[in-house]
């Protein structure tokens, strides 16, 4: 009971820290940009020019080739292990305001983020360190292919497209109930500041929902007809949208959308309950 005690102890010191508030908050600029370059690079989808993957990774490379790009990439990258350890200090320690199970959910949600932040920051590692030398959406390829090479891969796939199809739905329900304004100073906002918050919360999350949505069905299928290059990630899913009648269009609302997210960062940099 010490040790664990102890260990809370220490996490929630590291969860009060000045300085991981600090880099969590420009943390949020930099997810902020990526998002940017992101909506930017499902545009030029839309439009039939894309020099990149259509997604955050791609976003990355993209800023790393101008000029002082890496070292934007990496304070990115700092900024997301930052958000990844606030967040982890979260699922630790952190929700207290919330009881019972609904703290539970809100700890496992941490969780999540915790993953989806490492992520960003390992990516923005591999971008600065140039340690891939294909695109993500071809690694994600050439990973689902040497999974479904046997019956439970395929299995495994098909769960994995799922979760993300969930995943996806959730972040949509999440934004058009607007359940992302608990997290934000809503008091310190004038009232402006936060209709504006809250409509590009919406469309963000909605945006960003949808696109994940799409991609884990595409895993999904791609597991059911055996065809891995449909698993190609959001770039995928991307694509997809915009060969659907009036599908550019689509794309060009859900690239808006994504934008709106990327705004929405922004202010999160400020109003975000850290």
Request: net charge positive.
């Amino acid at each position: 009971m010490s040790l664990t005690r102890n260990a809370e102890a220490t996490a929630s010191r590291t969860a009060n820290s000045r300085w991981l508030e600090l880099l969590a908050r420009a943390g949020f600029i930099g997810y902020g940009v990526v998002h940017l370059l992101f909506a930017w690079l499902a545009l030029q989808i839309a439009f039939g020019s894309s020099p990149d993957d259509g997604d955050q990774s791609g976003a990355l490379r993209t800023l790393a080739a101008q000029p002082m790009g890496k070292f934007i990439v990496i304070a990115i990258g700092v900024g997301m292990v930052a958000m990844a350890l606030w967040q982890a200090t979260q699922a630790a320690v952190g929700h207290i305001s919330e009881q019972g199970n609904r703290r539970t959910v809100e700890r496992v949600l941490s969780a999540a983020r915790t993953l989806v932040y490492g992520w960003f920051a390992f990516t923005a590692y591999r971008v600065v360190s140039s340690a891939s030398s294909s695109n993500s959406a071809d690694q994600q390829e050439d990973i689902t292919a040497r999974l479904m090479e046997s019956t439970g891969g395929r299995w495994l796939v098909g769960f994995v497209g799922l979760v993300v199809a969930g995943i996806g739905i959730g972040q949509a329900i999440y934004g058009i109930k607007k359940k992302f304004e608990k997290n934000l100073k809503t008091g310190e906002m004038s009232a402006k500041t936060r209709e504006l918050a809250r409509k590009l919360g919406m469309a963000g999350y909605a945006a960003r929902g949808s696109a994940f949505a799409v991609a884990g069905a595409l895993v999904v299928v791609a597991a059911v007809t055996y065809d891995p290059e449909k698993a190609r990630g959001l770039d995928a899913a991307l694509r997809t949208l915009r060969d659907q009648p009036f599908g550019t269009i689509l794309l060009g609302l859900v690239a808006l959308g994504i934008a709106a997210f990327g705004v929405y960062c922004f202010l999160q940099s400020r109003y975000r309950k850290v």
